[in-house]
């Protein structure tokens, strides 16, 4: 059907597919491949996705640390992912220290202290990021040891920060987002009822008007403070999910247009876990990064990036134990472009299902192409054990020993297949005295 339909329109109907569904389809053909890879594609369907989830997260402590908090933001102009951190300590005042990471570049920055807000304590919640500007709720403290509620946000574009306006006497308790606005639960003000506001900022950011949604009322969760919940999520139904942490973990589901409210036990979490919502996203961290001979995103071809893709998809399937399924992502990633990794990786699973003689001939694949490949060497030694080669694998344990002399696993196997093959000699030995 692709052939009678413009490129323009295919390319609109795939961009509103879920990153699942387009993970699977990078292996229809080569051009969708690299539709999928290109940084084109992937910033459209960055605007498109609307799914963004309403977080907290807690907070570290140090000896002079008063707080610390971070958040991650993708700058649409420089098609960048950055990271920011933001710690505050206490000594004579409060003074700050912000660092921010570039995925593209690798590096990280400090902000000059003139450029940061003055008596800044950060709360607890990570960031929140809305049109490019990431938000926190903090306490602005006074000379005189007052302080107040404001939203710090920092611009990721131009790394700029500003204090976005507070009406209404707010005090905010979490930052999330709603509809693609950025919004915030408050506590009820004047009200006996235990419970919060949710508020939302419109037209967000060519204005700053807080306008007042909805009231979540927590009576029937036995909540006495809106404080003992953490907002999770918020559904595009306007259902929220909040975490209940009353020293086991549950989750609650309230539907503030009925106000309904359901509990929702975790059965098996562990004692000390933290529950977060994630966004779907195409892009893997390592293809911006040089970690393991990785290329960067912006020097790569589409084939070496869709190759990179299938590798990394590769590796899950094998934690998994889905060899058979890491096997396939391995043969398309050689298919994209050959590299020893990717060929000693699909040998490890080989062995994993016990086809001995592929395996053998992955790892010669992967040598031919890096001949100082240790993991190549030790796997076509273990493969040829198998296969009943015993003086050729002893012959790659001694070769990896040569290039490594000190490493410990290759030394056990060496030994383990001098072993085998010395008394295989002799077996044969034997053998012929009686003959």
């Known amino acids: 059907m692709a052939e009678y339909l413009p490129e323009e329109v295919v390319t609109k109907i795939l961009s509103k597919l879920p990153v699942k569904s387009i993970l699977r389809f990078r292996c229809v053909c080569k051009s969708w491949l690299n539709l999928f890879t290109s940084p084109t594609f992937i910033r459209e369907y ?13 907070s570290l402590a140090g000896v002079k640390m008063m707080s610390y908090t971070h958040g991650v933001g993708y700058d649409n102009v420089n098609e960048d992912y950055k990271i920011v951190i933001a710690s505050c ?52 403290w ?11 946000a920092f611009d990721i574009v131009d790394d700029r920060f500003f204090l976005e306006g507070l009406a209404h006497n707010l005090t905010p308790e979490f930052l999330g987002v709603l ?13 006996t009822v235990p419970g919060f506001d949710v508020w939302v900022m419109k037209d967000y950011p060519r204005k700053e008007t807080w306008t007042k949604m909805y009231t979540v009322n927590t009576q029937n969760l036995l909540l006495a403070e809106p404080a003992n ?4 999520h ?3 139904n306007g259902e929220i ?41 195409l892009v893997s961290p390592n293809l911006f990064t040089s970690i393991d001979n990785t290329p960067k995103l912006e020097n790569s071809d589409p084939n070496s990036l869709g190759a990179i893709t299938e590798k990394e998809l590769g590796n899950q399937y094998f934690k998994q134990k889905k060899f058979v399924e890491a096997i396939d992502c391995y043969s398309r990633s050689i298919a994209l472009s050959p590299t020893a990794v990717a060929f000693a990786n699909r040998a490890m699973a080989y062995l994993k299902i016990k086809r001995y003689e592929e395996a053998e001939n992955d790892c010669t694949e992967a040598l031919n192409l890096d001949d100082r490949y240790i993991k190549a060497y030790s796997r076509r030694a273990t493969a040829r054990k198998e296969l009943g080669k015993l003086e050729l694998s002893v012959e790659d344990t001694e070769f990896a020993l040569r290039l490594e002399p000190n490493n410990q696993e290759v030394k056990k196997q060496n030994a383990e297949v001098k072993d085998l093959y010395n008394k295989e000699v ?10």
């Open 46 to 58: 960055k605007v498109l996705k609307k799914r963004v989830p309403l977080c907290s997260s807690k």
């Open 89 to 140: 300590f206490v000594d004579h005042e409060y003074t700050s220290e912000v660092i921010v990471y570039s995925l593209k570049t690798d590096s990280w920055k400090s902000i000059e202290s003139n450029k940061i807000p003055p008596y800044i304590n950060y709360g607890d919640q990570h960031g929140v990021c809305v049109y490019g500007v990431l938000h926190w709720i903090a306490d602005r």
């Open 142 to 152: 006074t000379k005189e040891g007052t302080k107040a509620s404001v939203i710090v």
């Open 179 to 191: 509809d693609w606005e950025l919004c915030m639960l408050c506590k009820v003000n004047g009200s």
């Open 229 to 232: 919940l953490c907002p999770i």
């Open 234 to 236: 918020i559904f595009r």
């Open 241 to 281: 999910l909040l975490e209940k942490d009353r020293g086991q973990k549950e989750l609650v589901l309230y539907n503030p247009k009925l106000g309904s409210v359901r509990m929702l036990k975790i059965s098996g979490a562990p004692k000390w876990s933290i529950i977060e919502s994630y966004l779907e996203t």
């Open 426 to 435: 002799l077996e044969k030995t034997l053998a012929d005295i009686k003959v």
